[in-house]
C-alpha cells in the first residue's frame, strides 16, 4: 500500500521531469561508463541523438527498486534489485504505445506501455546485492514479483521476463 | 377423518428419497472429489510453472551455435572482434545455467541420459570460461581449441534438447489424460446426478399431485360438512373445551333467536343455559375437567331445558358428543327444540285421562242406572206375577203374559249392561273353585235346549271324558257359554249346535269351544264383534233380540280370567268360537273337594223349594215396593211376616 503511495507520487514526479524533459531533451545525463541501455522510438526525452542511453549509474540515478521474489530460472527465493519499468518509462516521457524489449542474443519480446506502467516489474541489475553477470542474465533482467500475485505466474509475464536485456525501442501504435 | 391422510401412504415412498438423498449426497461428494482435482489442475494451467520450454532448450541449441559461428568468424582471416565471442559464451552460459537450475526441468534432469548431456554441457563452459576471461592474446590464441571443443559439445546440447523433447510431451500427455479423466469422471457423475434429481422431481411431482388430490379432496370434505351443517334441521353448536362457542348453525340461530356474531367466542353457559341450571352445567363441566366423568357426553339424547335470545326457557332434547380440535377437545352438541312435541305430548295426555275420567265416569253412571232401574223394573215383574196368581181374565192373563215377558227382557238387558259397567269398573269379583266342567256344560246344554229347538236347531255337547275337573270360576264360566251358545242359536236356523272341551297339550290351558254351522262372520267383521253394542246381523237383526253386549261381556270375563278367545267363521259355513281357560289345578284333586264344591254349585243352581211349615218371619227392607212384594210372596206360602224399615224400626 505504502509503496503504491510512493511509486504514485515518484511517478507524478517523474511524470512532470518528462513533460520538462520534452522540452528539455538534455536534461537527461548523458552516460558516462558503459551503456547497457539504449532507448529508442517514440520517446519524450533522450540524451543523444535519438536514443536515451543509460549506464548503470543513469539507471541507478533513476531510483532503485528491490523485492524478494521465486523465479522458475533460479533456485530458491532471490531478492532483486533494480529500476522500475514505470520509473524508467516517465524517465524517457513515455505515456503510450508499446514495449518493444530485445536481448544480447536477440530474443525480443512486446508488450503495451500501458500494462508496463501498471505491473510492479522492475529492470533488475543486481540479485542478492550482487551485480548481475552476462553469465548470470546480466547485466539487466526484467523480473516480475511472481509470489506476489499469480497472475505473473503466467507464459505471458514469463515471456516478457527478459534477461540479457540491452535495447527498448517505443512505437506508438497500442 | 380428514386428518387420517398420510398413514395410508406406504412407507416406501417415504423411504425412496431418503434413499434417493444418500446416493445424491454420495455422487455430490464424488463430484466435489473430483471438482477439487479439476481445480488443483486448473490452478496449474494458471499459473503456468514453465515457459516455453522446448524454445528454451532448442534455444540453448541455437546460443551454442551462435557461440560456435562468433568464434569461427573471430578465427577468420578478418580476425572479427572478440568481444562478440565473449557475449556469445556469456549468453551460453546464461542459458546453460537456466537449464541447470531452472526449476521446470528438474524432473528432466533427474533422467540418467539427460543428465549426462547436461554435464557435459557444464564441463565444456568451465573448462572454457578462464579461456574466454582471459587477454585477447590467450583468447586468440587458443580460438581453435574452442572451436574443436564446441563441435564436440553441440551433440550433448542437441541430445538434451531431443530428450527433453521426448520427455516434456510425455508429461503433457500424462497430464491430459488425467485432466481428461477427472472430467470424464466429473461428467458421468453429473449425469448419474441429473438422472437422480430427475428422479426426485418425478417422485416429488406425484407426492405433489397425491397433496393436491389430497387438500382437494379434504376441501370437498370440508364443504360437504360446511353444507351438512347449515343445513341441519338441529341446532348444532361446537363449543371449547373451556365453554366458548365457536360453531352455531342456521337452525341454531333460528332456534335461540341469536345471530351467529352474537354468540362466536361467547361462553356457551351465559348464552342458552337457563338461569336455574347454570349451576348445574358449570359443575358439570368442572368435573368433567376434573376427572373425566361425566352424565351427559356421548350418552345419546337427553331432554334438558334450554334459553332463548328473549330469556324464554323451552324444552330440548340434546346430544353432546366430543371431537379433538385444533386447540384440544371440542364439543359438538345437536340440539332440538321440543316445546311443540310436548306441549302436544301434554294435550295428548290430557286428552286421554279426560277421556279415561269420563270413561269412568260413565260406567259409574251406568252402574248406577243398571241400579235404579232393575229395583224398579223388580218390583214390576214381582207386582206382575202376584198380579197373575189373582182372579184375571183371560185377555188379562194374556196381557200380563206380554207384560212379563217384557219386563224379563228388558231386566237381562239390563243385567248385560251393569255386568258390562261392573267389569269396566273394574268390579268383577273372580270367586274360584274346583268343579267338573263337563257337568257344567251339560247343565247348560239341558237349560239351552229348549231355547235351541225354537230355532230347529240341535245343540249337542262333544265332552272327551265323563269328567273333566278344572279350578276356575264355575259361574262366569257358565256366563261365558251361555252367551256364546245363546249365540250361535241366535244365528243358526235348522241346524246343528255343538260345543266342545279339550285339554291343550303341553299348557296349562283347556279349550271351549262352540261351533254352528249358521250364517257366518263376513270377514270385515270379525274384529268388530267383541266390541259392545254390536249387532252385526241384519238379516236375522230383527228376530234376534240382544243388546249387543254379549260377546263384549265374554271378552272381559275372559281377561280377567287371564284367558284368551277368538273366532274361525266362514259366511254361509258357520263360526267357530273358542276359549282358552287355565286349568288352575293337577289332575289329581280330592274328590272330597269336588263334592262340596259340586253340592254348593247344585245348590246355588237349583232353586229348590222344600216344603215347609208356615213362619213368623221379620223382614227388614229399606225400598218399600222391595218390603211389600216380598211379604206378599211370603204371605201367599202362609207365613206371619212382621215388616220393618230397618234395624232401629226392628226394635
Not at chain 2, 488443483?40 to 532448450?57: E, K
Not at chain 2, 352438541?333 to 260413565?362: F, T
Request: glycine content about 8%; charged content about 25%.
Amino acid at each position: 500500500m505504502l509503496s503504491t503511495v510512493y511509486r504514485f507520487i515518484i511517478q507524478s514526479i517523474l511524470a512532470t521531469l518528462a513533460l520538462a524533459g520534452t522540452a528539455l531533451a538534455s536534461e537527461l545525463p548523458a552516460p558516462k561508463g558503459d551503456v547497457i541501455l539504449t532507448v529508442t522510438g517514440s520517446i519524450g526525452a533522450t540524451n543523444s541523438e535519438t536514443a536515451a542511453l543509460f549506464d548503470l549509474a543513469g539507471l541507478q540515478d533513476l531510483g532503485q527498486s528491490e523485492f524478494t521474489t521465486s523465479t522458475i530460472w533460479t533456485d530458491g527465493e532471490n531478492t532483486f534489485t533494480g529500476v522500475s519499468l514505470a520509473t524508467l518509462l516517465n524517465a524517457v516521457g513515455v505515456e503510450t504505445g508499446t514495449v518493444n524489449a530485445t536481448a544480447i542474443n536477440d530474443y525480443s519480446v512486446t508488450f503495451p506501455v500501458a500494462e508496463a506502467l501498471a505491473d510492479d516489474a522492475i529492470i533488475a541489475y543486481e540479485m542478492n546485492g550482487k551485480q548481475l553477470s552476462m553469465r548470470e542474465k546480466g547485466p539487466l533482467w526484467i523480473v516480475y514479483p511472481y509470489d506476489d500475485d499469480n497472475k505473473y505466474k503466467s507464459e505471458t509475464y514469463y515471456s516478457r521476463s527478459i534477461w540479457h536485456l540491452d535495447r527498448i525501442e517505443i512505437t506508438s501504435q497500442p | 377423518m380428514i386428518k387420517g391422510l398420510s398413514p395410508f401412504l406406504p412407507r416406501s415412498t417415504g423411504r425412496r428419497p431418503i434413499f434417493i438423498g444418500l446416493i445424491g449426497t454420495f455422487i455430490i461428494t464424488m463430484i466435489a472429489h473430483f471438482g477439487i482435482g479439476v481445480r488443483t489442475q486448473l490452478h496449474d494451467l494458471a499459473t503456468a510453472n514453465s515457459d516455453s520450454i522446448q524454445w528454451n532448450m532448442s534455444q540453448a541449441e541455437v546460443e551454442h551455435l551462435a557461440f560456435l559461428l562468433a568464434t569461427k568468424s573471430a578465427l577468420g582471416p578478418a580476425e572479427g572482434p572478440l568481444d562478440d565471442v565473449r557475449r556469445r559464451f556469456n549468453v551460453l552460459y546464461s542459458r546453460i545455467s537456466a537449464l541447470e537450475v531452472g526449476e521446470q526441468y528438474s524432473s528432466l534432469r533427474q533422467l540418467s541420459a539427460p543428465a549426462a548431456s547436461l554435464d557435459k554441457m557444464r564441463r565444456f563452459l568451465d573448462r572454457n570460461a578462464p579461456l574466454i576471461d582471459s587477454d585477447d592474446a590467450t583468447l586468440r590464441a587458443n580460438l581453435t581449441a574452442i572451436v574443436d571443443d564446441a563441435l564436440r559439445a553441440h551433440a550433448a546440447v542437441r541430445d538434451f534438447s531431443l530428450q527433453g523433447i521426448s520427455h516434456f510431451s510425455d508429461l503433457k500427455d500424462k497430464s491430459r489424460r488425467e485432466i481428461s479423466r477427472t472430467l470424464l469422471s466429473i461428467a458421468l457423475l453429473s449425469a448419474l446426478l441429473f438422472l437422480l434429481l430427475c428422479l426426485m422431481v418425478v417422485i416429488l411431482s406425484r407426492l405433489n399431485t397425491t397433496n393436491q388430490r389430497r387438500a382437494r379432496q379434504m376441501e370437498l370434505d370440508g364443504s360437504r360438512l360446511s353444507a351438512i351443517v347449515s343445513t341441519s334441521l338441529d341446532a348444532i353448536m361446537v363449543v371449547s373445551s373451556d365453554g366458548r362457542v365457536i360453531e352455531f348453525n342456521g337452525a341454531a340461530e333460528e332456534i335461540f333467536g341469536y345471530s351467529q356474531a352474537d354468540v362466536i367466542g361467547q361462553n356457551m353457559a351465559d348464552v342458552i343455559v337457563p338461569d336455574h341450571l347454570r349451576d348445574a352445567h358449570l359443575a358439570g363441566m368442572k368435573r368433567y375437567h376434573t376427572d373425566g366423568s361425566t352424565n351427559v357426553i356421548g350418552k345419546g339424547r337427553f331432554r334438558i331445558d334450554a334459553k332463548r335470545k328473549s330469556g324464554d326457557v323451552f324444552p330440548a332434547e340434546l346430544s353432546i358428543q366430543t371431537a379433538r380440535g385444533e386447540d384440544g377437545e371440542i364439543f359438538v352438541s345437536y340440539i332440538r327444540d321440543i316445546s311443540k312435541e310436548v306441549a302436544a305430548e301434554n294435550e295428548l295426555r290430557e286428552a286421554r285421562d279426560r277421556a279415561l275420567a269420563g270413561e269412568k265416569s260413565k260406567a259409574q253412571l251406568l252402574a248406577v242406572m243398571s241400579h235404579e232401574i232393575r229395583t224398579p223394573l223388580n218390583g214390576l215383574l214381582g207386582t206382575m206375577e202376584l198380579l197373575s196368581q189373582t182372579d184375571l181374565t183371560e185377555q188379562q192373563t194374556k196381557y200380563l203374559g206380554i207384560m212379563g215377558k217384557s219386563g224379563k227382557l228388558l231386566l237381562s238387558h239390563v243385567n248385560d249392561v251393569l255386568d258390562v259397567s261392573l267389569l269396566e269398573a273394574g268390579h268383577m269379583e273372580i270367586k274360584s273353585s274346583v268343579f267338573d266342567l263337563n257337568k257344567l256344560i251339560r247343565d247348560v246344554v239341558d237349560s239351552q235346549s229348549a231355547n235351541a229347538k225354537s230355532n230347529a236347531n240341535d245343540l249337542v255337547f262333544e265332552g272327551h271324558a265323563p269328567e273333566f275337573l278344572v279350578n276356575c270360576d264355575p259361574v262366569r264360566v257358565r256366563q261365558i257359554l251361555l252367551n256364546l251358545v245363546g249365540n250361535a242359536i241366535k244365528f243358526t236356523r235348522n241346524g246343528r249346535v255343538t260345543i266342545e272341551t279339550e285339554p291343550l297339550e303341553h299348557s296349562a290351558y283347556y279349550e271351549i269351544r262352540v261351533i254352528d254351522d249358521g250364517v257366518g262372520i263376513p270377514e270385515e267383521n270379525i274384529e268388530k264383534i267383541f266390541e259392545d253394542f254390536i249387532t252385526l246381523d241384519s238379516t236375522f237383526g230383527r228376530k234376534s233380540e240382544g243388546t249387543g253386549l254379549g260377546l263384549g261381556i265374554v271378552r272381559r270375563i275372559v281377561d280377567a280370567l287371564d284367558g284368551s278367545m277368538g273366532v274361525a267363521s266362514e259366511v254361509g259355513q258357520g263360526s267357530l268360537f273358542w276359549v282358552r281357560l287355565p286349568i288352575g289345578l293337577t289332575q289329581e284333586v280330592s274328590s272330597q273337594t269336588v263334592e262340596a264344591t259340586e253340592s254348593h254349585a247344585q245348590s246355588s243352581e237349583q232353586v229348590a223349594c222344600p216344603e215347609v211349615k208356615p213362619l213368623d218371619i221379620l223382614m227388614v227392607e229399606d225400598n218399600e215396593i222391595n218390603r211389600v212384594i216380598a211379604s206378599e210372596f211370603m204371605a201367599l206360602d202362609g207365613h206371619n211376616i212382621v215388616l220393618a224399615h230397618d234395624g232401629r224400626a226392628c226394635a
